[in-house]
Structure formats: C-alpha cells, structure tokens
C-alpha cells in the first residue's frame, strides 16, 4: 500500500520536467534594440505617419550612423532632403494638406523620429563596430538598397 504512493509521487515528480518544452532561443541582443527602438518609434509618432515613413526615417537614421561611425562614409545633403521631405506625403505620394502648424507638428515628429534612429543606430553599432560597417559597406555595394544617401 505505501509503494503505490510513492510511485505516484515520483511520478508528480518527474513529469514536469518531462513534459516542460525547451525554451526557445532568444534573439540577438542587436534585434532586441533595433525592435525597441522601433516600438518607440511608433508609439511617439502615434499613428501620424505610416509604416513607409516609419521605414524611411529609420534608414536615414541607420544611414546617417553609418556617416558618423563609419570612415569612407558621408551623407548627400540633396540625396537626405529629398527623402526626408517624403514626410509631407500620404501613403499614395501625393502631398498632404498641412497648414503652418500642422506642417510644423510633422517636422517635429519626424525630426525626433530620426533622432531616435539614428541614436539607436550609433548604440546597435557600438556592439560590433567593425562588423557594422562592413555591412554597410555590403549595402552600398551591392546597390539593392534604393533610397540611399550616402555621397557617391
């Protein structure tokens, strides 16, 4: 009678951890940044821009770090003003309807956006500076990336 017991107690025992799933792995501490900083990124924004100009801000600010942190680097003032400028654009790409205030809140945003990536961007490169710029120097090269700003 005290063996049936025990066996269930072992077994009550033993289970959790036979049945307990292998914890799955964690993604690199550089995505971890690059996620939060996108998340507040948007939160900040609340919604006045769309992904496009999301996406478009953060690579200013990627490329932008690259400029600062990378020798053989340097940013096309044109190149960066025509792309920024793509926050007075909707989502079709026509421009948006903005009086003084409005067009004044959306440099202000977008300004700040920028900041933002371009500080996460400084900080997600301080993790492997020579690997970070070998990518961008990739990146250039391989001339698939649209929208760049770097100086020819």
């Known amino acids: 009678m005290t063996i049936r017991p025990l066996l269930l107690l072992a077994a009550l025992i033993v289970a959790p951890s036979a049945v307990a799933q292998p914890k799955a792995p964690s993604a690199p501490n550089i995505v ?28 200013l600010g990627h490329q932008q770090a690259v400029a600062a942190t990378c020798s053989g680097f ?29 067009r004044a809140e959306v440099e202000r945003k977008a300004t700040l956006a920028l900041g933002m990536a371009f500080g996460a961007q400084v900080a997600i490169s301080a993790n492997d500076h020579s690997a970070f710029c070998e990518a961008a ?6 001339g698939k990336a649209a929208n760049l700003i770097w100086a020819k």
């Not at 998340?39 to 478009?56: K, N, P, T, Y």
């Not at 190149?79 to 790409?93: H, N, P, R, T, V």
């Open 74 to 102: 340097e940013i096309d003032p044109k190149a960066f003003a025509k792309e920024f400028d793509l926050i007075y654009d909707d989502q079709s790409g026509k421009p948006r309807a903005l009086d003084a205030g409005q």
């Open 32 to 59: 971890k940044m690059d996620l939060a900083a996108t998340d507040a990124i948007r939160s900040m924004l609340d919604g006045a821009f769309d992904e496009g100009h999301v996406a478009m801000l953060q690579a």
């Open 137 to 142: 120097t990739q990146e250039r090269a391989s």
